[in-house]
């Protein structure tokens, strides 16, 4: 195959993107990171960190939450298997609504810690709760 120009790459990329699927929010498992990437919207985001288990990410246009890195989800499992052992069956069997991982957190985080933190919790359950969005916690 010849080498393209930079005008036919550029056409060819353009063509490609538009045979794209809409996008859709989604989330993915990575087995070797042990994490979740939870994507809400397609802007393009900037992460903080948020605690010892997720990562945010805000728009950088709106500075709206766009997503979450979810770090660390079988040490979570084993946590919750600990402290919320009726509550472990929702994020045990199949895939899991990612509106339970941010519940269990938000329970098992203590009451004087600080509000900022609360807050975007909520943010984020409502966001997976509108969303709908589901994760396997298995290699797919």
């Not at 069997?93 to 009451?111: E, M, N, Q, S, Y």
Request: proline share 5%.
């Amino acid at each position: 195959m010849a080498a393209m120009s930079k005008n036919e790459f550029g056409d060819y990329m353009l063509e490609l993107a538009a045979k794209a699927p809409p996008f859709r929010p989604s989330a993915l498992y990575d087995v070797d990171g042990d994490c979740t990437e939870f994507i809400a919207s397609p802007e393009v985001y900037r992460a903080e960190r948020l605690d010892d288990l997720v990562m945010v990410c805000y728009g950088q246009e709106t500075g709206q939450i766009v997503g979450s890195l979810i770090k660390g989800i079988s040490r979570f499992r084993e946590q919750m298997r600990e402290k919320i052992p009726g509550f472990i069956i929702e994020i045990e069997d199949g895939p899991i609504k990612l509106v339970h991982i941010f519940l269990a957190k938000l329970w098992t985080t203590r009451a004087d810690a600080d509000q900022p933190v609360r807050v975007t919790y909520r943010k984020l359950i409502e966001i997976a709760r509108t969303t709908n969005v589901e994760s396997e916690l298995t290699e797919v």
